[in-house]
């Protein structure tokens, strides 16, 4: 019955606070006021340069996508050898032996 309590009161404070916590609406965005210094900055309608990748670097990304099937193969097999095996069962009933029963 206690812990029933609790969730209700729980439930109410939540329902109550949250709007002392709600953040304001959000306010319609303005455009900025022209800046005076136009020869640094470039116009919407000038493309950014972007760089031609390298050998080097495409070389690079490959070897993050091998490590990273690397990463996931290794990430199923050790929790798939643990079941497998036995072992969890053996390191389950080691646990019990040295902790206590609840």
């Not at 812990?3 to 455009?31: D, E």
């Not at 020869?39 to 760089?51: E, L, M, R, W």
């Not at 069962?89 to 206590?100: E, F, L, P, Q, W």
Request: hydrophobic share 50%; charged share 10%.
């Amino acid at each position: 019955m206690r812990p029933a309590i609790f969730a209700v009161l729980f439930l109410l404070a939540g329902l109550v606070a949250g709007p002392l916590f709600a953040q304001p609406a959000a306010t319609p965005m303005t455009p900025a006021p022209p800046s005076t210094a136009t020869a640094t900055t470039s116009g919407p309608s000038q493309p950014v340069p972007v760089p031609v990748p390298t050998t080097r670097r495409c070389n690079i990304t490959g070897a993050g996508n091998v490590l990273w099937v690397i990463q996931d193969a290794v990430g199923f097999a050790v929790p798939a050898l643990l079941l497998f095996t036995g072992l969890s069962a053996r390191m389950r009933d080691a646990a019990r032996a040295v902790g206590r029963n609840w």
